[in-house]
C-alpha cells in the first residue's frame, strides 16, 4: 500500500462515500478533504458538510457546478446528439468527468497526493473517474476502496457504518441506488436486477407517470443558436434555468422515462433506470433542427459520428483526442442550427410538430407535388439510369453465377 498523506475524496454523503471517507482515515492515517460538486442533486446536497465533518473529513468543499455542467458537457451532448445504445441520454457518464477534473483541481491546491472515488469494480464510473484523473494529472495516486478493501457487499457497508455511527442512508424503502444530476436521475440495483421487474411508480421522482400526466397537450417552442438551445416560448433563459423549466414541464407531461438493459464497459449487462425530461425534449427538438439546416451527406456522416460520440462518453474517455476532434467537427456543423423547434408534450411522448431556420435548406419550390418550374422530373430519368448501373452489372453477374 502506497503511503499518502492528504486524499481528496469525491464524497456524496451516500453509504458508500460515508463508509470509504472513514475507511481512508483509519487504512491511510491520512488527512481526507471531502468534496461534492454540486450538479443538480438538490436537498441531497443537505447537511452534507456537517456529516462529512463527524465523520472525519479536515476540509469540506461543495462546489456549484452547475452552470458548467450544462454549457461545457451537456450541451455539448445535445449538439452530438449523443445516445447511448438508442436510449441511454448519458446523464451519469457526463457528469463524471467534470467531478473529476474539478477534484484533481482541487487535490493540486490543496497539496493533495491522492484521489479516491466510491465506484465499484463492477461498474463504469471507476473507469469514468479514473480515465479523467490520469488525463488531467497522470501522476497522482488513485485509491478505489472498493477493489482493494474487505467489504464485499452492502450489508457490510451498512454493519461498518453502524458500527461507526454514520447515518445509513439506504433503507427497505428505498431498496436501489439512485444518482441525480441537472440532466437526470438514473436508478440501478436492489430490487431493479430483476430485469424482469417493473419499477414501482413511487420510485420516479422528476416525471409523472403517462397516466397520471394531464389529459391536455404541452406545446413549447425551443430556440437554438449554433445548436445551443437558448430560450423556450420566445423567453431568454440561462442554460441552468432552461434544463429546470424543461425539466419540470416534460415532467409534468410523463416525458423521458427510459429503462434499459445495456452493456457495461466493464463486460456485463446491466439494467438501469432513468429519468431524463429535459434532455428528451432538447435532443428531439435539436435533431429536427439539424434535419432542416445540415445538408445530406454532413447530416449522414453527423449519425455516424453520434454513435461514436455517445460510446466515447459511455466509456469514459471524455478527455480524449479523439472526443476532442469530434468535437470540432460538431462545432463546425452547428453554424447553421440555429432556429425555432415546435414540440409537443402529451402523456410520456415528446412529439416534434414544426421546426423553422432562417439557415433552413428546405425548397418549397423544389419539394411541392404540386406544379413547378424548379424541378423538371424528366431529369430523373436519366439519373436513374446512371444510378443504377452497378444494380444492373450486379445482377448480370448473379444470373451468370447461377446459370439463368
Not at 460515508?18 to 446536497?45: C, F, H, P, R
Not at 458500527?163 to 444518482?179: F, L, Q
Not at 460510446?311 to 470540432?328: Q, R, T
Not at 411522448?349 to 424528366?378: A, H, I, K, P
Request: some cysteine; overall charge negative.
Amino acid at each position: 500500500m502506497k503511503q499518502v498523506k492528504k486524499i481528496v475524496l469525491a464524497y456524496s454523503g451516500g453509504l458508500d462515500t460515508s463508509v470509504i471517507l472513514k475507511w481512508l482515515i483509519e487504512t491511510y492515517q491520512a488527512e481526507v478533504i471531502a468534496y461534492a460538486a454540486d450538479i443538480g442533486q438538490n436537498e441531497e446536497l443537505d447537511g452534507l458538510p456537517d456529516k462529512a465533518r463527524r465523520t472525519g473529513a479536515s476540509e469540506v468543499y461543495v462546489e456549484d457546478l452547475k452552470k458548467e455542467f450544462v454549457e461545457d458537457y451537456i450541451f455539448r451532448a445535445v449538439k452530438a446528439n449523443a445516445i447511448y445504445e438508442g436510449k441511454y441520454l448519458l446523464g451519469t457518464s457526463l457528469a463524471r468527468p467534470l467531478i473529476a477534473k474539478r477534484q484533481i483541481e482541487i487535490a493540486q491546491k490543496e497539496g493533495a497526493d491522492a484521489v479516491s472515488h466510491g465506484a465499484t469494480g463492477k461498474g463504469n464510473d471507476q473507469v469514468r473517474f479514473e480515465l479523467a484523473y490520469k488525463a488531467l494529472n497522470p501522476d497522482i495516486t488513485i485509491i478505489a476502496p472498493w477493489r482493494d478493501w474487505d467489504l464485499g457487499s452492502r450489508e457490510q457497508l451498512v454493519q461498518f457504518a453502524k458500527s461507526h455511527d454514520i447515518p445509513v442512508p439506504v433503507t427497505s424503502e428505498k431498496p436501489y441506488s439512485s444518482d441525480r444530476n441537472m440532466m437526470h436521475i438514473s436508478f440501478e440495483g436492489g430490487i431493479l436486477e430483476d430485469p424482469y421487474m417493473e419499477p414501482k411508480e413511487n420510485m420516479f421522482i422528476l416525471s409523472k407517470s403517462p397516466e397520471k400526466a394531464k389529459d391536455e397537450a404541452t406545446y413549447l417552442e425551443i430556440s437554438f443558436e449554433k445548436g445551443i438551445p437558448v430560450a423556450i416560448d420566445g423567453k431568454n433563459l440561462s442554460s441552468v434555468e432552461l434544463m429546470e423549466q424543461l425539466n419540470r414541464i416534460a415532467g409534468e407531461n410523463g416525458v423521458g422515462r427510459v429503462d434499459i438493459v445495456e452493456n457495461r464497459l466493464v463486460g456485463m449487462k446491466s439494467r438501469g433506470v432513468y429519468e431524463t425530461p429535459g434532455g428528451t425534449v432538447l435532443i428531439d427538438a435539436h435533431r429536427a433542427l439539424e434535419t432542416l439546416t445540415l445538408e445530406r451527406d454532413t447530416f449522414h456522416y453527423k449519425e455516424v459520428i453520434a454513435l461514436k460520440y455517445a460510446e466515447l462518453i459511455y466509456n469514459g474517455l471524455w478527455f480524449h483526442p479523439l472526443k476532442e476532434s469530434l468535437d470540432a467537427f460538431i462545432d463546425h456543423t452547428q453554424k447553421a442550427v440555429t432556429g425555432d423547434v415546435k414540440v409537443k408534450l402529451y402523456k410520456g411522448n415528446c412529439t416534434v410538430v414544426g421546426r423553422r431556420s432562417r439557415y433552413s435548406l428546405y425548397n418549397n419550390e423544389l419539394s411541392t407535388f404540386e406544379e413547378d418550374d424548379v424541378y423538371d422530373q424528366n431529369d430523373a430519368t436519366g439519373f436513374i439510369r446512371l444510378y443504377s448501373l452497378p444494380t444492373i452489372e450486379s445482377a448480370k453477374q448473379k444470373n451468370k453465377i447461377e446459370g439463368l
